[in-house]
């Protein structure tokens, strides 16, 4: 009886441990909201279609971000865009991608002031995205995602020391529907 009841308290910690574990946020500076994603359309006169990712601020502060790649993973943070084919192809739908990285971040604060992105609240910054689509005539849904940049603790602590304000959530847009150039 005793062996049952030690296994029932183990079992009960166990299980309180994991819920502690899982509700816990991550370790964010600033604000918790983040950016939201957008696919936007612009169809030219020529006919041709251009694509544009957007990542607007929805938080309450200016948050400061690494300008993010498109399509290639990277440390600073990037957007990958996918796509679904809804019509019928005559060729094979093939993916690309890449991989940038860096080791390390020398001085985070002032890389930060030097270079990166800063959006204000409702603030908007447009990602031209040229369009890849192999085949002709054919009807696409696509979806985008942002990754935000990576940190170490320490970059993280000498970021909110700095007030800077950065966002450490991901965003999917909706989809958007195309059809491809003929």
Known sequence: MRLVIFWA??????????VAIVAQDPVQSGPQRGLRITLLRNSTKQGSLTLVVRLTNETNATVMLPKPLINCGCIDGYVMVSQKLLSRSKKPELGTGCAADRLSRA?????????WLRLHPSESYDLPLEPWFISRRAKY?????????????QELKALSENEINIVQTRSVSDALIVRSPH
């Open 9 to 18: 308290v183990y079992f009960g910690l166990l299980v309180v441990l994991c």
């Open 141 to 153: 849904e696509l979806r985008a995602e942002y990754f935000p940049a990576r940190f170490g603790p």
């Open 107 to 115: 001085d985070v604060v002032a890389e930060a002031q030097k270079e």
